[in-house]
Nanobody
Framework: QVQLVESGGGLVQPGGSLTLSCAAS????????LGWYRQGPGKQRELVAR???????EYADSVKGRFTISRDNAKNTVYLQMNSLKPEDTDVYYC??????????????WGQGTQVTVSS
């Protein structure tokens, strides 16, 4: 099976920075895309940023210019550098991956989530 393990969440003041990391492990044949979603109480889970195996990136409008997603293919790890954080960025952040676990079988996988709290 495939596991996604996140790290790097925590409490930060408005205007501060945090970096989230997510490492994929297990029976990985190839990774199509890795990304980050977030979800707050009573809200739908929303895409924050995604990066494909080819390096193409996609960002939510609310984080463009503040967040940067990057990927280390050798380590099967994706990072989310979050700058100029705002209180409205407070959410649980989930790592997401579209991963082939054989030559022809793929699935969507989720991490367990990491809390990001932006507050003074």
């Amino acid at each position: 099976q495939v596991q996604l393990v996140e790290s790097g969440g925590g409490l930060v003041q408005p205007g501060g920075s945090l970096t989230l990391s997510c490492a994929a492990s297990g029976s990985i044949f190839s990774i199509v895309a890795l990304g980050w979603y977030r979800q707050g109480p009573g809200k739908q889970r929303e895409l924050v940023a995604r990066v494909t195996s080819g390096g193409s990136t996609e960002y939510a409008d609310s984080v463009k210019g503040r967040f940067t997603i990057s990927r280390d293919n050798a380590k099967n790890t994706v990072y989310l550098q979050m700058n100029s954080l705002k209180p409205e960025d407070t959410d649980v952040y989930y790592c997401n991956g579209y991963i082939y676990f054989s030559t022809s079988q793929w699935n969507e996988f989720w991490g367990q989530g990491t809390q990001v709290t932006v507050s003074s």
